[in-house]
């Protein structure tokens, strides 16, 4: 027998009946895993967590009161957030319990390990389907102001918890000579911005020095000043409109480069204006995603969400850009030593680390 082509048909390879179960159980975990996201999100949006944070035992009628919010709908998203694990449910007494280490991460946005921007700048993403669909047919990307406005608020909410707790106790003291002369007054860019959160961090941790804070993206530029008036901060902490690639200004003391080079359409220019920016004795701080060199060495639940968002948000939106190199989010210590050195950096080392960033120092 043989089939319209003239080729022999091809017999289904055999299936292992274990094997199918237990993927589809997997795949329900993230079925379960992809909705509980947006729940989460709105839980996070309409302050559900927040009002049951310290609350202790609470009905579905008591936090709907609290929050300003329908209890039908209420009674149903808590029996989501029971049946994940999120929160605890006592039957006899029908009431339910956001516990304080969970609290840390979905209520305080001051806790290290707060994810509730992760959820906000993940359910942007969903929005964004069409146009990320698009992207794939044609490989033209997307751009950074293409997005749903949600994924700006949501990646600032996502990273500046781990700036505030790494960056001045850990990072910074990490780079040969730096601390010392930040305390002292230097100077300072901060490229690739957004928010400016991480801007505004430094310069509340180093009264003599200024910094400089640089975004392609005008929406967030505006949003860094707001934010550096409300901290008092405008007079050290100036943010202006500018890719990396033409960013101003000389002799800075130290450029810093948060989760931002493998966005970047043109990696390498980037990296050689940062250079020609430094003074003699300056340094580049470079934090980027943590990952492996290679593939199978990020195949984990960090890498998971690491390639997620790079295929939805970082990759495409250096391919958009001239050049489009597209480093992704995934691109290894190796491969980003390659391009600093690449744009005349001869010192590159790694300086610290967290399960979530590498933090590499680079010099002239």
Same mark, same amino acid.
């Given at each position: 027998m043989t089939t319209a082509t003239g080729n022999p048909p091809i017999d289904p390879a055999p299936i292992d009946e274990a094997e199918l179960?237990?993927?589809?159980?997997?795949?329900?975990?993230?079925?379960?895993?992809?909705?509980?996201?947006?729940?989460?999100?709105?839980?996070d949006r309409l302050g559900l967590y927040k009002a049951m944070a310290g609350a202790g035992p609470i009905t579905s009628?008591?936090?709907?009161?609290?929050?300003?919010?329908?209890e039908r709908l209420v009674r149903e998203w808590l029996g989501n957030q029971a049946a994940g694990g999120y929160v605890g449910?006592?039957?006899?007494?029908?009431?339910?319990?956001l516990p304080a280490e969970h609290a840390m991460v979905v209520a305080d946005e001051d806790s290290p390990v707060f994810l509730g921007g992760a959820f906000e700048a993940i359910a942007?993403?969903? /929005?964004? $389907? @069409?146009?990320?669909?698009?992207?794939?047919?044609?490989?033209?990307?997307?751009?950074?102001?293409?997005? !749903?406005?949600?994924?700006?608020?949501?990646i600032v909410r996502f990273f500046r918890p781990g700036y505030a707790a790494h960056l001045v106790e850990e990072w910074l003291p990490a780079l040969d000579g730096v601390a010392g002369k930040l305390r002292a007054g230097a100077s300072v860019a901060d490229v690739g911005c957004g928010h400016g959160a991480s801007t505004i961090i430094m310069a509340r941790a180093f009264e003599r020095s200024t910094f400089a804070g640089f975004d392609p993206h005008g929406a967030s530029i505006e949003a860094?000043?707001?934010?550096?008036?409300?901290?008092?901060?405008?007079?050290?902490?100036?943010?202006?409109v500018a890719s990396g690639r033409d960013f101003p200004g000389e002799?800075?003391?130290?450029?810093?480069?948060?989760? /931002?080079? $493998? @966005?970047?359409?043109?990696?390498?220019?980037?990296?050689?204006?940062?250079?020609?920016?430094?003074?003699? !004795?300056?340094?580049?701080?470079l934090v980027e995603p943590y990952a492996g060199d290679a593939l199978e060495e990020n195949l984990n639940p960090v890498g998971r969400v690491y390639y997620g968002l790079s295929t939805v948000i970082c990759t495409p939106g250096s391919l958009a850009q001239e050049v489009g190199l597209g480093l992704g989010a995934q691109a290894g210590e190796r491969r980003l030593a390659e391009v600093l050195r690449e744009a005349g950096f001869s010192r590159v080392r790694r300086a610290a680390e967290t399960p979530f960033n590498?933090?590499?120092e680079a010099r002239p």
């Amino acid at each position: 027998m043989t089939t319209a082509t003239g080729n022999p048909p091809i017999d289904p390879a055999p299936i292992d009946e274990a094997e199918l179960q237990a993927f589809v159980g997997r795949a329900v975990v993230d079925m379960g895993a992809a909705i509980s996201g947006l729940l989460l999100h709105l839980g996070d949006r309409l302050g559900l967590y927040k009002a049951m944070a310290g609350a202790g035992p609470i009905t579905s009628a008591a936090l709907a009161r609290r929050t300003g919010t329908s209890e039908r709908l209420v009674r149903e998203w808590l029996g989501n957030q029971a049946a994940g694990g999120y929160v605890g449910y006592d039957p006899a007494a029908g009431t339910y319990e956001l516990p304080a280490e969970h609290a840390m991460v979905v209520a305080d946005e001051d806790s290290p390990v707060f994810l509730g921007g992760a959820f906000e700048a993940i359910a942007s993403c969903y /929005a964004d $389907h @069409d146009v990320l669909a698009e992207a794939f047919r044609t490989g033209a990307g997307v751009g950074w102001a293409e997005h !749903d406005h949600r994924l700006y608020s949501g990646i600032v909410r996502f990273f500046r918890p781990g700036y505030a707790a790494h960056l001045v106790e850990e990072w910074l003291p990490a780079l040969d000579g730096v601390a010392g002369k930040l305390r002292a007054g230097a100077s300072v860019a901060d490229v690739g911005c957004g928010h400016g959160a991480s801007t505004i961090i430094m310069a509340r941790a180093f009264e003599r020095s200024t910094f400089a804070g640089f975004d392609p993206h005008g929406a967030s530029i505006e949003a860094a000043r707001t934010a550096a008036r409300e901290a008092g901060l405008e007079q050290r902490a100036r943010f202006d409109v500018a890719s990396g690639r033409d960013f101003p200004g000389e002799g800075y003391d130290l450029v810093c480069l948060f989760d /931002a080079l $493998h @966005d970047m359409g043109d990696p390498v220019t980037t990296a050689r204006r940062v250079r020609r920016s430094l003074a003699p !004795d300056g340094t580049l701080l470079l934090v980027e995603p943590y990952a492996g060199d290679a593939l199978e060495e990020n195949l984990n639940p960090v890498g998971r969400v690491y390639y997620g968002l790079s295929t939805v948000i970082c990759t495409p939106g250096s391919l958009a850009q001239e050049v489009g190199l597209g480093l992704g989010a995934q691109a290894g210590e190796r491969r980003l030593a390659e391009v600093l050195r690449e744009a005349g950096f001869s010192r590159v080392r790694r300086a610290a680390e967290t399960p979530f960033n590498i933090i590499l120092e680079a010099r002239p």
